[in-house]
Nanobody, 118 residues
Framework: VQLQASGGGLVQAGGSLRLSCAAS????????MGWYRQSPGNQRELVAT???????NYADSVKGRFTISRDNVKNTVALQMNSLLPEDTAVYYC?????????????WGQGTQVTVSS
């Protein structure tokens, strides 16, 4: 499985950015796609995930500002980020998790930098 992310960049506080990610390879019909982020000195943290069934999970810090969406046919996931804050600055990673025989397999994209200036 390969993940190719795009988007990101530099934006002023209060602005918006959109991240996109496309998965290819052996994609199961049931999976969870999402976004995680990591800033210097911190661990990678969940931003938002979305299952093929439509269940979402957001970090409290982004609720009401970020929206995750996906296309199950194209195996793509997007993250619309509005009202960005300087603390949103991080490298954002696309992720897909698939279950097989009771094991969870995680695959990661290459990461895309998001920088929010104050």
């Amino acid at each position: 499985v390969q993940l190719q992310a795009s988007g990101g960049g530099l934006v002023q506080a209060g602005g918006s950015l959109r991240l996109s990610c496309a998965a290819s390879g052996r994609i199961y019909s049931t999976n969870t796609m999402g976004w995680y982020r990591q800033s210097p000195g911190n661990q990678r943290e969940l931003v938002a995930t979305l299952t093929t069934g439509g269940t979402t999970n957001y970090a409290d810090s982004v609720k009401g500002r970020f929206t995750i969406s996906r296309d199950n046919v194209k195996n793509t996931v997007a993250l619309q980020m509005n009202s960005l804050l300087p603390e949103d600055t991080a490298v954002y990673y696309c992720n897909i998790q698939q279950l097989r025989l009771g094991y969870a397999y995680n695959y990661w994209g290459q990461g895309t930098q998001v920088t929010v200036s104050s």
